[in-house]
């Protein structure tokens, strides 16, 4: 008897796979008999050539758009969708954020909403057979003066009704979940409390753009990277399909999902918006040895730090002081920045940063998210991300397919209807969404 | 960092300045509908190019200057007092040329 050589047996086991298409399952014995095997792993997604007409369209290719796609195919059963973008999977704010997950909102309306969307990520490793490295390791909200205090026992109260982990917490206990923190009374800005949220944690944005992109592909979506929407057709107040770069498509429903660019999408369909895109900022320093489990948030001094699981510190601040749609770093933006993060953590001032970047927020008044119909039939919207888009990313989806499939806005999206503006109903939600105040 | 050309300072870090937003008529009050009014409030442009915005040079003359700036390179192509005739950007550039007198495109 002769023996068969591993590479061999690799050989013909990849030829049986491709001739019956399926997606590769990761799991840890499919990663042990690819390796003992030699075998290689499949494309995560296809390249399909582009269609002329789907059932819907989706502009933007981050996780919104994505995640849209997504529950469009796995929940309702509409997989005639094309997912578009000007460039690459999760190019935009979706892979720029500082990847923190949490729900602690002040208003009803935007505690159920995020809290809807941290019960999906919990199970999305699961669900999209992805690992996305969500991490639930806490959520602190510095107050350094009374009125702060004050704001974060309402929003605690707020949650707790709502059913969320969430509580005002003091300084003995804030130095035992943060060692570094200068919780003393000197420093400039003392630290009175915290608002707690031990479910909020931080996730690996990438693999979550990645994970809904290759489910929702292997559900038979279309996703066509480097298609530039460059007209959206309207008649008779109706939208009909959209021009690209690379040819018309025909479809009955089109979803915004462009963020920072939403202004720019919603012109061409002559839908104006109450947005105003700033550029934010966000650096990380080099790696050190993991310190800081927290995600540690400082409204006052407009910054929140965490430790990513390679070892490197990750700062956001709050949105630049003019509008722009630049993503150029700026050097004041890093001197600011560090001498806030010092206040917080002097014993880290010979931390080097490694990089710096900028992503865009479409900024809304009342820092609430934008959903649903707008005046143009089958034009719909999820926009108005600001600073808190990533967060959101399942929920919307969700939310967004269940709109597109049966034609009736979720109850879980009603209050953030375009028309609120207008009707004079805005969902304030400043004091829980930014730290730019 | 962004130079701000003030027709009253001359050019300026844009720390210096507060921005203020674009460029809007105010509907009459006692006309306007409330969605009137609201849009007015509430809607921008907010395009990916050139715009027309006022500033507030909070740090310097603490006068109100209307600047033209394209927001994806964020260069400037003309800065002038706010409010009275809309000058030619041109026209603008030039008299921020006379610098000298703090006063030099004050008249654009």
């Not at chain 1, 018309?248 to 939403?262: E, F, M, Q």
């Not at chain 1, 034009?379 to 600073?387: E, N, Q, S």
């Amino acid at each position: 008897m002769t023996q068969t050589p591993l590479s061999v047996v690799g050989r013909r086991a990849r030829s049986l796979r491709s001739a019956r298409r399926g997606p590769a399952r990761y799991s840890a014995f499919d990663l042990l008999r690819r390796g003992a095997l030699g075998r290689d792993w499949p494309r995560s997604f296809t390249q399909p050539e582009l269609k002329g007409s789907y059932d819907a369209v989706v502009i933007g290719a981050g996780v919104h758009g994505l995640a849209t796609a997504y529950y469009l195919a796995a929940n309702h059963g509409m997989t005639n969708v094309a997912v578009l973008d000007k460039a690459y999977i999760g190019g935009g704010g979706s892979g720029r954020n500082t990847a923190i997950v949490r729900s602690n909102y002040l208003t009803p309306e935007g505690v159920r909403f995020y809290d809807r969307s941290v019960k999906l990520y919990e199970n999305l490793a699961v669900d999209l057979n992805f690992n996305v490295m969500f991490s639930q390791r806490g959520h602190l909200t510095l107050a350094h003066n009374d009125s702060s205090l004050r704001t974060m026992r309402w929003r605690a109260e707020v949650n707790k009704l709502q059913g969320i982990d969430s509580e005002v917490i003091g300084p003995e206990h804030i130095s035992r979940l943060v060692p570094y923190l200068d919780v003393s009374a000197e420093a400039r800005y003392p630290v009175l409390g915290a608002l707690y949220h031990p479910p909020g944690g931080t996730i690996r944005h990438d693999a979550v753009n990645w994970g809904y992109a290759r489910a929702a592909d292997h559900l038979g979506v279309h996703i066509h990277q480097y298609t530039e929407v460059t007209a959206i057709h309207v008649e008779a107040d109706r939208v009909t399909g959209v021009s690209t770069n690379r040819g018309d498509i025909a479809a009955p429903v089109v979803v915004n999902c462009t963020a920072g660019w939403a202004s720019t999408v919603c012109d061409l369909a002559g839908v104006r918006l109450p947005l105003i895109t700033h550029p934010l900022q966000a650096a990380v320093t080099e790696p050190v040895k993991v310190f800081l489990e927290a995600v540690v948030v400082s409204g006052s001094l407009h910054v929140y730090v965490s430790q990513t699981d390679r070892g490197e510190l990750v700062f956001g601040a709050s949105v630049d002081p003019y509008p722009s749609y630049s993503m150029r770093g700026s050097l004041e933006f890093t001197e600011e920045l560090a001498g806030h993060v010092l206040e917080l953590m002097p014993s880290i001032a010979k931390l080097r940063v490694l990089r710096q970047w900028a992503g865009l927020c479409d900024m809304t008044p009342d820092y609430s998210p934008i959903m649903g119909v707008t005046p143009v039939d089958g034009f719909l919207v999820d926009v108005g991300w600001g600073t808190y888009g990533y967060k959101a990313g399942p929920v919307a989806g969700e939310a967004m397919a269940e709109l597109v499939a049966t034609g009736k806005t979720p109850e879980i999206i009603s209050a953030f209807d375009l028309a609120r503006f207008a009707e004079g109903r805005l969902v304030g939600e400043k004091g829980a969404a930014a730290v730019g105040h | 960092m962004i130079r701000i050309p003030c027709p009253h300072c001359d050019a300026r870090n844009s720390t210096e300045f507060r921005h203020v937003g674009e460029a809007a008529a105010r509907p009459d009050p006692s006309t306007a509908t409330p969605e009137r009014w609201r849009a007015y409030l509430y809607e921008r442009a907010n395009p990916a190019g050139w715009t027309s915005e006022t500033w507030f040079h909070t740090m310097g003359c603490r006068r109100y200057i209307t600047v033209e700036r394209h927001t994806v390179t964020n260069e400037i192509r003309s800065a002038r007092p706010a409010g009275g005739t809309r000058a030619e950007p041109a026209a603008a550039l030039s008299a921020r040329g006379d610098a000298g007198s703090p006063d030099a495109g004050g008249q654009a």
